[in-house]
């Protein structure tokens, strides 16, 4: 066997041991609603309009946690995950004041992290932040 070969097999090895190694995460959200509208009349007529519905953002979620929580991967069984984090974004508040939510349950699902930001983004980032802690210990 070449060197280049042997070399080849102990990155492919490490790099599984590596990978088994970190927490899975259950990443979800709320099923979050978000509606607005508005009403308006004058002597000559009245008129309005509401839009709104779900606004799931699982996908988005999952994605950021990809690109901000490389200790971590990401799974779609629940009952396999090491960590369940739930996702709240909060909407119909006008752009400035939406909130992310977050809650990372372990897997006796104790609660051990929440809080509140105001970009996803960083919402999964202190939720990552809250398992690697967890995890160290």
């Known amino acids: 066997m070449t060197i280049s070969r042997v070399l080849l097999s102990l990155l492919f090895i490490s790099s599984f041991c590596l990978a088994a190694d970190k927490p899975r995460v259950f990443a979800t959200d709320s099923k979050s609603w978000e509606i607005a509208g508005g009403f308006g009349g004058t002597n000559n007529g009245f008129g309005g309009a509401v839009k709104g519905g779900a606004r799931p953002q699982t996908a988005e979620i999952i994605k950021t946690f990809g690109e901000r929580c490389l200790g971590v991967t ?20 006008g752009y400035a004041l939406k909130d992310n939510k977050f809650a990372v349950f372990n897997k006796d699902g104790d609660s051990i992290a929440s809080g509140s930001t105001r970009s996803l983004g960083n919402a999964v980032k202190d939720a990552c932040a809250a398992i690697m802690k967890d995890v160290a210990k």
Do not use: I, P, T, W
């Open 74 to 93: 990401v799974n779609m069984k629940q009952e396999k995950a090491d960590y369940v984090v739930l996702l709240d974004h909060e909407g119909g508040k």
